[in-house]
């Protein structure tokens, strides 16, 4: 697949680490011109090295420069085995309508196009965006470059003014901070065996897992998981960073067998009052809008609320089989 051209007196490279100051920039721009303020648009290099964390820059992210040198756009992808591949772009708002946004849609698209040999065969290969419903030009974007609106997904937020209410704990099951060294195997497990009630989600990798979570796992404080202790299994998880001056649940579950007893809300109670002694305020996750186990319920019961909105726009690139979790594990 063929990659558009840029613009007279525009770059493409692959970004360093030590792009991230102004990538970051780039981003808090974009996030301004959404809708967003105050704290919701602080962005900082350290969040943005947190972000490519896993990636290798050289093949999995680029940057464009202006014509006086300046970055005013990236993009960088999530791969998941080969067969879906989710691209996060950001175009600075005074450089769009240029041609830039269409060049990083057809980055991401000839980046699936040249792993496709990779995918499992017979399988579905499709790249995808999230964009914000506020945000006009991309959702027109890729309207015209021929994707289509499959899901959206809901940011939701909660805004602690006082202490959470303490978490209750269902008889036999414990509550513990994730152990580096010890419990990342398990872990990985319990969020695979979990997550296959998530729409659209192909299995995840053992190794992409430990790359992706770095720093979190240093910091295992935010990382809590809810123990059946006559097993010492892992029946549950929330796993947790600071992202700027708020807080980001990057997944909380249960797992098949110990749902229904009130697990997810305790954990959910429980990490919120870890980030309230910490003197974090705003906390934030994202959720399918139609979550097969009613996630939005859940965490409107912990006292979130929907706060953005995006809509998943998808290309088929191959048509074939989905590759679930449970077909993975079958």
């Not at 040999?117 to 964009?131: E, L, S």
């Not at 937020?157 to 209410?165: C, N, R, Y």
Request: glycine fraction near 10%; proline fraction near 6%.
């Amino acid at each position: 697949m063929t990659i558009v051209p840029l613009p007279d007196g525009y770059r493409v490279r692959a970004p360093s680490r030590d792009d991230a100051p102004a990538v970051a920039a780039v981003v808090a721009v974009c996030l301004r011109d959404e809708g967003d303020a105050g704290d919701a648009t602080e962005m900082t290099a350290d969040e943005q090295l947190s972000d490519w964390e896993g990636l290798d820059l050289a093949e999995e992210a680029v940057v464009l420069l202006a014509p006086d040198g300046q970055i005013v756009a990236n993009a960088d992808l999530v791969n998941r085995r080969y067969v879906r591949v989710s691209v996060y772009g950001h175009v600075h708002p005074a450089h769009r309508g240029r041609g830039l946004g269409t060049y990083l849609a057809r980055w991401g698209e000839a980046w699936t196009v040249r792993h496709m040999p990779d995918a499992p065969k017979g399988t579905q290969v499709d790249v995808q965006h999230y964009i914000r419903s506020t945000n006009s030009s991309a959702l027109g974007l890729l309207a015209a470059l021929d994707y289509v609106t499959v899901r959206e997904v809901y940011v939701m937020a909660i805004e602690l003014g006082q202490a959470p209410p303490p978490p209750e704990w269902p008889a036999g099951i414990g509550v513990r901070a994730f152990v580096p060294g010890q419990d990342e195997r398990a872990t990985f497990d319990a969020v695979e065996e979990a997550f296959r009630d998530i729409w659209g989600r192909p299995p995840g990798e053992f190794d992409r897992f430990l790359a992706h979570t770095v720093s979190e796992r240093r910091d295992p404080e935010l990382w809590l998981l809810a123990i059946d202790q006559p097993s010492g299994t892992i029946a549950g998880f929330c796993l947790c960073r600071v992202a700027g001056n708020g807080g980001w649940v990057n997944s909380v579950g249960v797992r098949r067998p110990w749902r229904g007893q009130g697990i997810g809300l305790a954990l959910l109670r429980a990490v919120f009052g870890v980030y309230y002694a910490r003197g974090v305020r705003a906390i934030e996750l994202s959720v399918d809008a139609e979550s097969a186990t009613g996630a939005p319920r859940l965490y409107g019961r912990a006292g979130m609320r929907v706060a953005k909105r995006f809509a998943i726009y998808r290309k088929v690139l191959r048509p074939g089989a989905e590759l679930t979790i449970a077909d993975d594990r079958a």
